[in-house]
């Protein structure tokens, strides 16, 4: 299949970029180009997915047309890179949606608006090679009706026209130039402005509790009956 070139967002970020009506992955293509040496800030969308990928192997669907499907190369690595990601799309995503006050971000990397997903961040590299991918699916234009059955009572959408999705792109490149070069304190106090799971019973494959808040390392603190533990990685559910 072949790429069409395409409009050329603002700043350094989203240059060269590589859009395709239909593709199997976006993360996967973007992955293959770091691997070959793509530059910095080359981005790569999609107007559908046949195999999108989201965190723990899951897949991840959308009407043709209606998401903003993209992966982005970087070749910057900031310490908390998929926290400063996930500040990013929550940031847009809030200033996007009439809910505006009401996103937040689940650790590490879902944006929830009135408890349901609207957004999902999958970052993926070789920090040895100097490059990660950092995979980023909006709802932006998806209808209720258009969800899988199965995910409609946890998925959400920003309930906007086709036509925004190239301007949340742009808007989205330029707050993740942003984020990606804020210092840690900053990233890590946007986090927990927006932490979802602050005060909330929460569980994972280890056990179950309430969080706690985010450390300054970004690992999530959970209250236990045993005492606090700070999990650096795996999926957590709202909910005992």
């Given at each position: 299949?072949?790429?069409?070139?395409?409009?050329?967002?603002?700043?350094?970020?989203?240059?060269?970029?590589?859009?395709?009506?239909?593709?199997?992955?976006?993360?996967?293509?973007?992955?293959?180009?770091?691997?070959?040496?793509?530059?910095?800030?080359?981005?790569?969308?999609?107007?559908?997915?046949?195999?999108?990928?989201?965190?723990?192997?899951?897949?991840?669907?959308?009407?043709?047309?209606?998401?903003?499907?993209?992966?982005?190369?970087?070749?910057?690595?900031?310490?908390?890179?998929?926290?400063?990601?996930?500040?990013?799309?929550?940031?847009?995503?809030?200033?996007?949606?009439?809910?505006?006050?009401?996103?937040?971000?689940?650790?590490?990397?879902?944006?929830?608006?009135?408890?349901?997903?609207?957004?999902?961040?999958?970052?993926?590299?070789?920090?040895?090679?100097?490059?990660?991918?950092?995979?980023?699916?909006?709802?932006?234009?998806?209808?209720?009706?258009?969800?899988?059955?199965?995910?409609?009572?946890?998925?959400?959408?920003?309930?906007?026209?086709?036509?925004?999705?190239?301007p949340t792109l742009a808007r989205l490149l330029e707050r993740l130039e942003e984020w990606?070069e804020a210092p840690d304190a900053a990233i890590l106090d946007a986090v927990r402005a927006r932490d979802a799971l602050?005060?909330?019973?929460?569980?994972?494959?280890?056990?179950?509790?309430?969080?706690?808040?985010?450390?300054?390392?970004?690992?999530?603190?959970?209250?236990?009956?045993?005492?606090?533990?700070?999990?650096?990685?795996?999926?957590?559910?709202?909910?005992?």
């Open positions: 299949m072949s790429a069409e070139r395409a409009g050329r967002p603002r700043g350094r970020l989203g240059l060269p970029r590589a859009h395709f009506r239909r593709l199997g992955s976006t993360n996967e293509h973007a992955r293959a180009l770091a691997a070959a040496g793509a530059p910095h800030g080359t981005l790569v969308t999609a107007a559908e997915q046949s195999a999108g990928r989201g965190r723990q192997g899951r897949t991840w669907s959308a009407p043709p047309g209606r998401a903003l499907l993209c992966s982005l190369v970087v070749r910057s690595l900031p310490r908390l890179l998929p926290l400063a990601a996930g500040v990013a799309v929550a940031s847009e995503v809030g200033a996007t949606s009439v809910a505006a006050e009401h996103a937040r971000l689940k650790w590490p990397n879902d944006v929830l608006i009135d408890g349901r997903k609207v957004a999902g961040i999958l970052v993926e590299g070789r920090p040895q090679e100097g490059w990660a991918v950092i995979g980023i699916g909006v709802n932006v234009a998806v209808r209720p009706e258009e969800l899988p059955a199965e995910l409609r009572e946890r998925a959400g959408t920003l309930g906007l026209t086709p036509a925004a999705i190239e990606l602050l005060g909330r019973p929460v569980s994972w494959a280890g056990g179950s509790g309430v969080g706690a808040g985010i450390d300054d390392d970004g690992r999530l603190l959970v209250a236990t009956a045993s005492g606090r533990v700070a999990l650096d990685a795996g999926e957590v559910h709202l909910g005992a």
